[in-house]
């Protein structure tokens, strides 16, 4: 085989991998662990959460300090009510209708325990992130309700 030749099967042979790593790239479900990174970067450190064994837990920090903890167990969250408050600028997230009080709140510098059924993220809107994580939060909520639930649909 002549080196003409072989630049021609190298080319068609990287074109191929390029193809194949775009395409396996794009068509991968949008994990967990991706979904818990997109809203931790969205909220900038104003906010924390984490998922551990179907529980959400949020923390909300002013000045450094920790002044509440949520956590909400996810199968007790309506996914299809998970809203952006325009008025109040806050993402909300609330528990079903039968599930009155779905959610623990620790408010540690009150030293208070307490139920709750709605917690809510305030953020500044932009137009683009408070939709992105109303999408992120519902998607999180539906991969722990749905055992068969996927999605490859980015949140922006």
């Given at each position: 085989?002549?080196?003409?030749?072989?630049n021609k099967l190298l080319i068609l042979f990287s074109l191929f991998l390029s193809l194949v790593f775009t395409h396996n790239a794009s068509g991968q479900d949008v994990s967990m662990e991706k979904t818990i990174e997109y809203?931790?970067?969205k909220l900038?450190?104003?906010?924390?959460?984490?998922v551990k064994?179907?529980?959400l837990t949020i923390e909300c920090f002013e000045n450094g300090k920790l002044i509440r903890r949520d956590v909400v167990e996810l199968m007790a969250?309506?996914?299809?009510?998970?809203?952006?408050?325009i008025k109040e600028k806050?993402?909300?997230i609330k528990c079903r209708f039968d599930q009155a009080e779905c959610i623990d709140r620790v408010l540690p510098e009150a030293g208070k325990k307490t139920q709750v059924s709605r917690t809510a993220i305030a953020l500044e809107p932009d137009g683009k992130s408070e939709a992105g994580l109303v999408k992120a939060f519902t998607h999180m909520a539906k991969l722990i309700q749905?055992?068969?639930y996927s999605s490859q649909e980015w949140f922006e």
């Amino acid at each position: 085989m002549n080196v003409r030749n072989m630049n021609k099967l190298l080319i068609l042979f990287s074109l191929f991998l390029s193809l194949v790593f775009t395409h396996n790239a794009s068509g991968q479900d949008v994990s967990m662990e991706k979904t818990i990174e997109y809203i931790n970067g969205k909220l900038s450190g104003k906010y924390t959460i984490d998922v551990k064994k179907g529980y959400l837990t949020i923390e909300c920090f002013e000045n450094g300090k920790l002044i509440r903890r949520d956590v909400v167990e996810l199968m007790a969250v309506n996914a299809e009510d998970i809203v952006f408050g325009i008025k109040e600028k806050q993402v909300i997230i609330k528990c079903r209708f039968d599930q009155a009080e779905c959610i623990d709140r620790v408010l540690p510098e009150a030293g208070k325990k307490t139920q709750v059924s709605r917690t809510a993220i305030a953020l500044e809107p932009d137009g683009k992130s408070e939709a992105g994580l109303v999408k992120a939060f519902t998607h999180m909520a539906k991969l722990i309700q749905y055992r068969k639930y996927s999605s490859q649909e980015w949140f922006e």
